[in-house]
């Protein structure tokens, strides 16, 4: 298992795909100094229309780099981004990279509740946040010392915001524009932090093996973990990346940025690997099939990965209203299962490939594909990328593989693969063999030629809309409810692929199920995407002789109720 080039799945490559890349020998910044110096004036970000070139964007990133070494970030000093996709968010990462820091990601539309466990764990003292989520940062108690809150407001990305879009009239665009990009209080305004000039060229930076990334995770006890990502990890994941879209040009390709950059798969396919192409990054906070049509017209994307239901949103949409797919080259659909539906819908109206694709955080994240050529075995995760290799074992016994053909645990092992987690040398242990492989918890099967398939996961996370929603952390929020004496919380498949969030409670005696209330209770605690879509009683809930929910025999009982 330890020669790439020989492993049967390399034959089903792309042709020009090498079974290994060349494995990185300097940090992520310096890869971005490069792209700066090669592509100046070439266009790097788009976000509601304005444009900022290499050549900008490295002198933003070198003077929020003085800012935040002026607040006393130093190396190894964590500081955390509470950002959606804007022009800011990929100058802040860069910036706290720049000075050997470590960047921990946060979503923005998460609560107090959920972001305070989070800080609890990496304690970072500096905060940049977009300015809605600044509330969330006031809200965490004293013993949570944070040194200084620098807040990002949108509008301030784009001056020339078109005046339809804020539904003003043109006189009263100036005053309303003041009032809206005033900062959060009790923070410090983005501008503020490019006030000074650029960082001196001398000042240390960051070595290839250097953690560049906190990466929290959700896992089966609840708690998320921070996963721990070095330099090395994803600028291998980049170059990995590289040699799989066979043929992308530097300087030449449109990523549309419609993943969040909070997320592993977002971060690196728009922060790591556009910028080490010289691509043109389009910005959308959010995902709306309006705003990305409309810049098909002007921008047309070439690397359009999404989700599953994204692109059926988007294939549908195009198709209704006569938008052009046409220049959508390489597309990956990752995070959730890929229904074939989604595929022939997308491939008919854009007529080119739609692949899957699979990773995790912990493995920076992508480690397997299908490739882009006729060899792609739909219904399949495809085989390891570049530099990787897999294996599956015995789900009891990560030492011993499972005969060809059979069902087993998934392990990966590559230079994308993590370096453990943050303050949890006991949950790395669990994850990470002695001999360097990722357990991932999935549960598959591979075939002769090393395509492999998901038939379950080991572990009990639902995927909804491409996230993971751990179902202890909403089983805790419900229990809270007075009503609620216990809960178990279980997904429900689509036919569209993905889950839907379902909870079976077991209530108090004397009360009844109120389903709304019970939402409502969660969405006090949790963000939208985690609170349950269907809640259902239970009288009797399945527990094992220690007392513990049987959530795989709550599933079976409550399934046909949903």
């Known amino acids: 298992m330890e020669d790439v080039d020989v492993q049967p799945w390399v034959k089903n490559y792309q042709p020009g795909v090498p079974a290994e890349i060349e494995l990185p020998t300097e940090s992520l910044t310096a890869m971005l100094e490069r792209s700066v110096a090669e592509a100046g004036t070439r266009p790097a970000l788009e976000f509601f229309g304005r444009r900022t070139s290499y050549a900008e964007l490295g002198e933003q990133v ?77 809200e965490f108690p004293a013993d949570i010392e944070i040194d200084h809150v620098v807040s990002v407001n949108l509008l301030a990305a784009f001056p020339a915001i078109k005046r339809l879009a804020l539904g003003l009239p043109v006189g009263k665009l100036r005053d309303t524009r003041a009032s809206l990009t005033a900062p959060a209080p009790g923070t410090m305004p983005w501008k503020h932090l490019l006030d000074h000039g650029r960082i001196d060229p001398a000042h240390p930076g960051p070595a290839v093996e250097d953690l560049a990334v906190i990466q929290y995770t959700s896992g089966t006890t609840g708690r998320p973990k921070g996963a721990m990502l070095t330099h ?6 980049a170059l990995q990346g590289e040699a799989w879209m066979q043929g992308a040009e530097y300087g030449k390709e449109i990523l549309y940025a419609i993943l969040p950059m909070f997320h592993a798969f977002g971060m690196t396919l728009y922060l790591t690997f556009g910028i080490r192409k010289q691509g043109l990054l389009v910005l959308f906070p959010k995902f709306d099939t309006d705003l990305v049509l409309a810049a098909m017209k002007k921008s047309p994307a070439t690397v359009y990965c999404a989700v599953p239901p994204i692109y059926e949103r988007t294939a549908m949409a195009a198709r209704e209203k006569g938008v052009s797919l046409r220049s959508c080259k390489y597309c990956i659909s990752g995070a959730m299962n890929l229904p074939d539906h989604v595929v022939e819908l997308w491939e008919s109206v854009s007529g080119g490939l739609l692949v899957e694709g699979y990773g995790m955080t912990e493995s920076s994240p992508v480690a397997m594909g299908n490739p882009f050529h ?25 030492g011993t593989e499972v005969a ?10 590559g230079p994308q693969v993590f370096k453990g987690y943050w303050n949890n040398p006991e949950e790395t242990a669990k994850t990470l063999t002695a001999d360097g492989w990722l357990r991932t918890g999935d549960i598959v099967t591979v075939d002769a030629d090393g395509f492999a398939t998901v038939v379950d996961r080991a572990k009990e996370l639902i995927i909804t809309g491409g996230f993971n929603v751990s179902p202890s952390e909403v089983e805790s929020v419900l229990r809270l409810h007075p ?46 995407y985690k609170v349950p879509r269907r809640i259902v009683e239970i009288q009797d809930m399945p527990r094992s002789m220690l007392g513990k929910i049987l959530r795989r025999q709550v599933r079976d009982q409550v399934l046909p109720q949903l």
């Open 483 to 528: 009503d609620v004496k216990d809960a178990a919380v279980i997904g429900k498949p689509l036919e569209r692929g993905g889950e839907l969030v379902a909870a079976a409670v077991e209530l108090e005696p004397g009360t009844a199920l109120d389903e709304e209330a019970l939402r409502a209770h969660c969405r006090e605690h949790l963000a939208g």
């Open 232 to 237: 090395f990890n994803l600028y291998a994941n």
């Open 404 to 413: 060809p053909g059979q069902q087993g645990e998934l392990l990966i092992r």
């Open 374 to 398: 006729p060899s792609r075995r739909a219904g399949t995760i495809g085989v390891p990328f570049p530099s990787t290799l897999m294996k599956v074992v015995e789900l009891d016994d990560p």
């Open 62 to 138: 070198d003077r929020a780099a003085e800012g935040l070494r002026l607040l006393g970030v130093r190396a190894g000093d964590r500081v955390a981004l509470i950002l959606p996709n804007c022009p800011q968010h990929v100058v802040a990462f860069y910036a706290v990279l720049r000075l050997g820091a470590v960047v921990v990601e946060h979503n923005p539309l998460y609560t107090s509740r959920e972001l305070r466990h989070q800080f609890e764990d990496h304690q970072a003292r500096v905060v940049i946040t977009w300015d809605k989520a600044a509330a969330a940062i006031r």
